[in-house]
């Protein structure tokens, strides 16, 4: 089953802040972020598994609530570089990495 | 060395061809999936591979077959290209269940069918 992300699309000014959604009405083994440039293939930001944890690195970090399936990506004090479509992918247990329809960021000057 | 390689990266063909698309991983990962991307970019799953049985299938034309001779290779051939089939087609592979790993991507194969 497909997560499902919120906001399709987003425009920021370099320095703001952002959160990006992602839910599942299936309970979730472990929630993926990826970040995807025009012409590439999607780059790992960072995997959440199971248990409430929390990551981050550099500005970027996430959260993962179990109970309610849904995990945020934070970006804080966007940079240029944050452009591009972000996309959380889910699996439960040992089923296959199924992706969001992604959550285009543009951050402009 | 390229974790996930995947050949080629650009095809043009006519419709009503026959093609396939390579893929190899060298990571030891268990599973390993082809997904395409359209126009709107979005990342559908088309297949996905455990342990060379195929395990998740969703409802893509039976035109495209995957075909693993092996835990390191996946490869997708297409019969009867269709102009709608024109998409970026993207294999990746991880490691699910116990250890699960993040999805390593290969370069992507921009298909056009003319």
């Known amino acids: 089953q497909q997560p499902v992300q919120s906001p399709q699309a987003v425009i920021l000014r370099e320095g703001e802040d952002a959160v990006i959604n992602c839910s599942s009405s299936?309970?979730?083994?472990?929630v993926h972020w990826y970040r995807q440039k025009h012409g590439e293939a999607p780059v790992f930001l960072m995997i959440?598994?199971?248990?409430?944890e929390q990551k981050g690195h550099d500005k970027i970090s996430a959260s993962f609530n179990e109970k309610k399936q849904q995990s945020s990506l934070y970006l804080t004090a966007s940079q240029l570089s944050y452009s591009g479509t972000y996309f959380c992918g889910a699996n439960s247990g040992n089923t296959p990495l199924v992706f969001g329809k992604g959550t285009r960021l543009s951050v402009i000057a | 060395d390229t974790a996930v390689s995947q050949t080629p990266k650009y095809l043009v063909t006519q419709m009503g061809n026959d093609k396939s698309i390579k893929c190899e991983q060298n990571l030891g990962h268990d599973t390993m999936y082809w997904y395409k991307q359209d126009s709107k970019k979005f990342l559908k799953i088309m297949f996905s591979?455990?342990?060379?049985?195929?395990?998740i299938n969703e409802t893509v034309p039976n035109r495209f077959s995957p075909k693993s001779p092996d835990k390191a290779h996946l490869n997708l051939h297409i019969n009867s290209l269709e102009l709608g089939d024109s998409a970026v087609y993207f294999c990746?592979?991880?490691?699910?269940?116990?250890?699960?790993?993040?999805?390593?991507f290969g370069q992507g194969t921009r298909l056009t069918v003319v």
């Open positions: 990746a592979s991880s490691q699910v269940g116990a250890g699960n790993t993040e999805a390593f």
């Open positions: 591979y455990n342990n060379k049985e195929l395990i």
């Open positions: 299936k309970a979730l083994y472990s």
């Open positions: 959440l598994l199971k248990g409430g």
